[in-house]
């Protein structure tokens, strides 16, 4: 069975920084690439970030970028989402998806980031 | 940027009826257009990918079509559990991957 468990989020102040989590099973992570999506409460979806299987290539929304930092660890099948200067537009959930090619096949539960003073 | 236009932004049927949605794409994404529901406090599921191919699992009631920059997602006979929002998304042209703003189903 797949499963993907997003951890880390939690409420943080403007400006601060959080590192969210996702442990897979289920899948040989390291034949995939990996997405983050999140939603805020009550909006549609957006596209976060992309890492390849290999971890050598990323990519980024414009909303994001220069202030999260994906990443991966094959050997402990976690992938990672390292955000930095964080705004009150930041909170979300906060989904890791698996990408077979292009879309999101798998998905997390979620983890709420909450950015608030 | 790609940007994807769902239409209507909710639609009202009655169980057992049919349920069509749309989705554009302000420029061709070829067949590389997906489809998920989300329920509420869950996560989204694929439904559809490559437009038209139905992800394990997922009843044939589902169907989806089109190519280019016009799709269709197609319930044929709705069942209570498919009240649901849906939202597509385009993989032909990214970063950014984009998504549309979605459409709520809801019971009529």
């Known amino acids: 069975e797949v499963q993907l468990v997003e951890s880390g989020g939690g409420l943080v102040q403007p400006g601060g920084s959080l590192r969210l989590s996702c442990s897979v099973s289920?899948?040989?992570?390291?034949?995939?690439?990996m997405n983050w999506v999140r939603q805020a409460p009550g909006k549609g979806l957006e596209w976060v970030s992309f890492i390849s299987f290999s971890g050598r290539s990323m990519y980024y929304a414009d909303s994001v970028k220069g202030r999260f930092t994906i990443s991966r660890d094959n050997a402990k099948n976690s992938l990672y989402l390292q955000m930095h200067s964080l705004r009150a537009e930041d909170t979300a959930v906060y989904y890791c998806t698996r990408d077979p090619d292009g879309y999101n096949f798998d998905w997390g539960q979620g983890t709420l980031v909450t950015v608030s003073s | 940027e790609i940007v994807m236009t769902q239409s209507p932004a909710t639609l009202s049927v009655s169980p057992g009826e049919r349920a069509t949605l749309s989705c554009r794409a302000s420029?061709?994404?070829?067949?590389?257009l997906a489809w998920y529901q989300q329920k509420p406090g869950q996560a989204p599921r694929l439904l559809i990918y490559?437009?038209?191919t139905r992800a394990p699992g997922i009843p044939a009631r589902f169907s989806g079509s089109g190519s280019g920059t016009e799709f269709t997602l197609t319930i044929s006979s709705l069942q209570s559990e498919d009240f649901a929002v849906y939202y597509c998304q385009q993989y032909n042209d990214w970063p950014p991957i984009t998504f549309g703003q979605g459409t709520r189903l809801e019971i009529k």
């Open positions: 289920g899948f040989i992570f390291n034949s995939y690439g």
């Open positions: 420029q061709s994404v070829s067949s590389n």
């Open positions: 490559d437009a038209s």
